[in-house]
């Protein structure tokens, strides 16, 4: 006669250590997502991934585009490309770090200015100098 308990047994024993080899794959699989994790964290933090970089050129008392539609993240480049001096400031919404009309940021001829954007919203600007001529600018982030 056959026993077919200690069969059973066995069979029992087998799942069990499937069991186990499945728990230790599952906290791998877990350890090397949290390893991923760290890494494109650090990356982000350091920089090393960047936004896209845009320029707006300031000639004939406007600036080049007036408009610009960018990502979170994107950094625009203002450059004073005239044959006289203007000034930036944002008003009504405005982004972090940015110079304002209490405090513009000067743009003599061929100086630059950068300003990342991380926060989406729609940001006017002007030149504080030309405000008669109307020289504005507008800056939406998405
Ligand atoms: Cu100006």
Not at 90 to 115: C, G, H, I, W
């Amino acid at each position: 006669m056959v026993d077919k308990k200690p069969l059973i047994s066995d069979v029992h024993e087998i799942y069990e250590m499937e069991d186990d080899v499945l728990n230790i794959i599952h906290k791998q699989i877990a350890a090397s997502f949290l390893i991923f994790g760290l890494f494109y964290g650090m990356a982000l933090a350091g920089g090393v991934e960047q936004g896209a970089n845009h320029k707006v050129g300031m000639e004939y008392y406007e600036f080049a585009p007036a408009e610009l539609t960018i990502q979170a993240g994107d950094t625009v480049t203002w450059l004073n490309n005239d044959n006289r001096d203007h000034d930036l400031a944002f008003y009504e919404v405005k982004p972090v770090n940015a110079p304002t009309d209490e405090n513009p940021q000067d743009m003599r001829v061929d100086e630059k200015y950068s300003l990342v954007f991380n926060q989406a919203g729609v940001f006017k600007y002007l030149c504080t100098i030309h405000k008669r001529q109307d020289m504005k600018g507008l800056i939406i982030v998405k």
